[in-house]
């Protein structure tokens, strides 16, 4: 099999060590950094660095675009016109509407966005089994060639992805919902405390671990999130119109002085969040436990590694430190009932109080 | 010196300790839950269970009231009534301007809000040092009393904690911007995000670490945040109104397509969380590292245990698994050049990638 890379940055480069490692593929790259592009075939990512795009797509059954959002219009565009009639050009761009919205036309272009790579970026840290377990989005039109469609989905399969079909405008609202407004409220939470800030300078308010958690990707990665906001703008705008409009509901609510619908509102939200969390994680349902602890180099350490040694896996930790850094508490997410159990026995066993969220 | 707590629960247990061991006192307790007061007594937080809070009063030179927030201006009115003219009354909620309309015209009352004690509740973690190195806010008004102001303010140094007098109002301001109005864009965000499945129900949307950090809170402890948001309704709204506004300039601003002046927003929000956050960091700049790592049962323990031996604490820490959750990244937050520069060789040796997150 014959493969092309568009882009050989870290999902390019992923998409290289995959194809050629799994797929037993021989892989083509391409990308205008030449520099970047001798890095990838010194990292064995691509077999043979190309002169240009049309050069690298000869003979390929399947493209992968992986340049930057704004520009893959165009890479596709140029995959198509230079790939033969029986190649699939994909791209893996976290937005999908411009792209389909030039090309969902042309029967060998399919739409993707696999759902990983973002705590990391550069060809150094690309990696083979990069999308093993991830969610790989296809948006296949009315247009699309089944077989294409057929031959994209087993490529990324056999790279160790789940591939879903999605509409390429129902892909963007879930992304705007779940993974673009967040950055945008956190964003604003920001620029909300700093004006706070700035109208009271002589009380510097502490902020807490609520504040961090809820702004920790406050401004992350510019230049990608720049692009994608610009690329999914009417979708994180429609999301953003209804957090307005739940949020002018929120504060009527408060307003109101209605004591009990604010519990119930609020109640509400830790069941929803549970829902939603508990579709991700595999290993069953999500338990969160508390652990009070001194806050000293090595507590962390000593809990994760007990529960390390007793088998259990931490799905996601947050720490709690109180103001003097002294003590504080950790919050440890362990799915399934029989892993939280057993990993509250552990770190009752250390002597730390511990005690279930719910 | 006499002392007498109104409410033994996290927060007045936790004075009662500290009262009892640093400043030498003897602690009067009630509680309208009679076997709370038992248990406070048990664990030697208090001296003496009384009959009913003005038994309790008798004698005191500092009466703390530590009910819910909903109740304190009952129980104040009702210490102020019991006390002796030389008695100093103070509270610990979270809110002040109910409290303060009712009793800032009383010299004898101070309004107090120490920041310490929310990763948890109950008197059974009730702790002498809980207070140690937190900011404890209070509200002085035209009328309070000198001596009485620095009797309340020498008392809770002594416990620990770092005074600060601020207006009521600006107090309730300053918790609606940093600490409330992140708990209700939770809530929102994941209302949100349900609105978004259930419109989708085929596509279960996988959420990513960016959506559980931001929604951590969402619905934390509905008992006490339904009375933080009754109490400070006012305050929230207002910020919720600023922040409609906010968004509504960012909605127009994505609308717009200008993809400089969305990067210039962006990139000012991530400068103002690091500033914010560093305000309340003692040692130096924060810095994050990102550490790529297999995540396996004991990867967290063998990272921290390898700071912990170099002697290097570890603020803040996030988890961004994979999605199959083999593998992953952990940013680390490190404060200080120093520290973080020996945190950065130390993950090395480990053999691990890691680079600075800017």
């Known amino acids: 099999m014959r493969i092309a890379v568009l882009g050989v940055g870290l999902i390019g480069g992923s998409v290289g060590l995959a194809a050629r490692q799994r797929l037993g593929a021989e892989v083509a790259g391409f990308?205008?950094?030449?520099?970047?592009?001798?890095?990838?075939?010194?990292?064995?990512?691509?077999?043979?660095?190309a002169g240009n795009a049309a050069e690298a797509v000869v003979g390929a059954e399947v493209v992968f675009c992986a340049a930057p959002v704004t520009a893959l219009p165009?890479?596709?565009?140029?995959?198509?016109?230079?790939?033969?009639?029986?190649?699939?050009?994909?791209?893996?761009?976290s937005v999908k509407r411009d792209v389909i919205a030039a090309l969902g036309s042309e029967s060998r272009f399919i739409g993707g966005h696999p759902l990983a790579g973002a705590e990391t970026s550069g060809v150094e840290n690309a990696r083979a089994d990069l999308f093993e377990g991830a969610r790989w989005y296809l948006t296949p039109t009315e247009r699309t060639g089944g077989m294409l469609y057929d031959r994209v989905q087993r490529a990324i399969s056999e790279m160790g992805a789940r591939p879903q079909a999605i509409e390429a405008e129902t892909h963007d609202r879930l992304m705007a919902a779940v993974s673009h407004l967040p950055h945008v409220l956190a964003n604003i939470l920001v620029t909300q405390a700093a004006t706070a800030l700035s109208?009271?300078?002589?009380?510097?308010?502490?902020?807490?671990?609520?504040?961090?958690?809820?702004?920790?990707?406050?401004?992350?990665?510019?230049?990608?999130?720049?692009?994608?906001?610009?690329?999914?703008?009417?979708?994180?705008?429609?999301?953003?119109?209804?957090?307005?409009?739940?949020?002018?509901?929120?504060?009527?609510?408060?307003?109101?002085?209605?004591?009990?619908?604010?519990?119930?509102?609020?109640?509400?939200?830790?069941?929803?969040?549970?829902?939603?969390?508990?579709?991700?994680?595999?290993?069953?349902?999500?338990h969160e436990l508390r652990v009070l602890v001194p806050n000293r180099p090595g507590i962390v350490a000593e809990l994760a590694l007990e529960l390390g040694r007793g088998g259990v896996n931490i799905e996601d930790m947050a720490l709690y430190p109180a103001p003097d850094m002294t003590s504080g508490a950790i919050s440890l997410y362990i799915a399934g009932d029989e892993q939280a159990e057993r990993a509250e026995k552990l770190v009752r066993l250390l002597g730390h109080d511990v005690s279930r969220a719910e």
């Open 31 to 49: 990308d205008p950094d030449r520099e970047l592009l001798e890095r990838a075939a010194q990292l064995e990512a691509i077999d043979e660095p």
């Open 74 to 93: 165009g890479v596709a565009a140029e995959a198509l016109a230079a790939a033969g009639e029986d190649c699939a050009i994909t791209d893996v761009g």
């Open 199 to 286: 109208e009271e300078a002589e009380h510097l308010p502490e902020v807490g671990p609520s504040f961090r958690d809820a702004t920790r990707v406050a401004g992350a990665n510019p230049a990608i999130w720049g692009d994608i906001f610009a690329g999914n703008r009417q979708a994180v705008a429609t999301e953003i119109d209804a957090v307005v409009a739940k949020l002018s509901e929120a504060a009527d609510l408060l307003r109101s002085g209605d004591r009990d619908a604010v519990r119930a509102w609020h109640e509400q939200a830790a069941k929803r969040r549970r829902e939603l969390i508990e579709t991700e994680i595999a290993g069953g349902p999500l």
